[in-house]
């Protein structure tokens, strides 16, 4: 089994989508991808579709999903040479719950933890034409927001929100490998969508200045830690952390070429 959440959801079975087209079924399904191969509990899956107050129904009701989902695993089956795998093989059955299988199939966010940790430990190695290549590679894995098409419970939410924070701290330290290999003007227009979509996230908006100084544009390195400082203050009542405060100093009074080697350090602030 073949499963991608990083994006719009896609399970596949033999090559053969086995992703229903009803919005809670596709709840159903999503959650178990994001927990593939571990149990996933009755109650977990209930609040994840009704929150804390769901029917009477509602085991009965998970039944039916379940069902409707092990339908079109048969049907997947059929195009396959494994005769004797069936689909209450593949999603389980146990006490209390359910599990999804894999059977050494693909699963996109695993492939992107792997290929970032190898990103981190180029990074701690001082390698860092080979971590910008490593965290690239795993950032390519994503199409789009995760689960992008789900409508989401709580818990479908929560792991959402995990993997984006995982993809921000892996754009962070590709664009801080990138700024060690100089290249600060081809960060540019990046960096320019990134601090407009995340407002008050302070590492990209330091990595931002770092890239403006070393181009010759300390003008525009000052403006954009003014334009954070008052969005912080208006939103959050809040000023910049001191270590972005530092860099601002460091770039009123070094040139471009004597800027510092590092960026702030992250502060995720993501909206």
């Known amino acids: ?44 899956l209930t ?3 009704w929150g804390a107050a769901p029917p009477r129904s509602a085991r009965t009701t998970l039944q039916t999903y379940i069902l409707q989902l092990r339908e079109l695993i048969a049907e997947a089956l059929t195009h396959g040479e494994n005769e ?35 990103g981190y430990r180029a990074m701690d190695a001082e390698d860092y034409s080979g971590a910008s290549r490593r965290l690239a590679d795993a950032l390519a894995l994503w ?17 959402s929100k995990r993997l984006e924070e995982a993809r921000l701290c892996a754009l ?23 601090v407009n979509q995340y407002r008050m996230h302070e590492s990209l908006h330091g990595q931002f200045m770092l890239a403006l100084h070393r181009s010759g544009r300390r003008g525009e390195a000052l403006n954009v830690y003014q334009r954070l400082r008052a969005t912080l203050v208006s939103e959050l009542g809040l000023e910049p952390s001191a270590a972005l405060g530092r860099l601002q100093r460091s770039i009123l009074t070094t ?4 800027a510092p080697a590092q960026p702030a350090p992250r502060r995720l602030v993501t909206r």
Request: aromatic content about 2%; some cysteine; hydrophobic content about 40%.
């Open 47 to 49: 609040e994840e579709l």
């Open 255 to 258: 040139r471009p070429e004597a």
């Open 84 to 118: 004797r795998c069936t689909a209450k093989d593949i999603l389980v059955t146990l006490p209390g719950g359910y599990r999804l299988e894999t059977r050494g199939g693909t699963l996109d966010y695993r492939e992107f933890e792997r290929r970032a940790g190898a």
């Open 143 to 159: 199409t789009g927001p995760a689960l992008a098409d789900i409508h989401a419970g709580s818990r479908i939410a929560m792991e």
């Open 172 to 194: 962070d330290q590709r664009i801080e490998a990138d700024l060690r290999l100089g290249r600060h003007r081809e960060l540019l227009s990046e960096l320019t969508v990134l």
């Open 1 to 44: 089994m073949d499963i991608e959440v990083l994006g719009a959801l896609s399970v596949r079975e033999n090559g053969v989508s086995i992703t229903p087209t009803a919005p809670k079924p596709r709840q159903v399904l999503a959650l178990l991808a994001l927990h593939a191969d571990q149990v996933v509990s009755v109650s977990t």
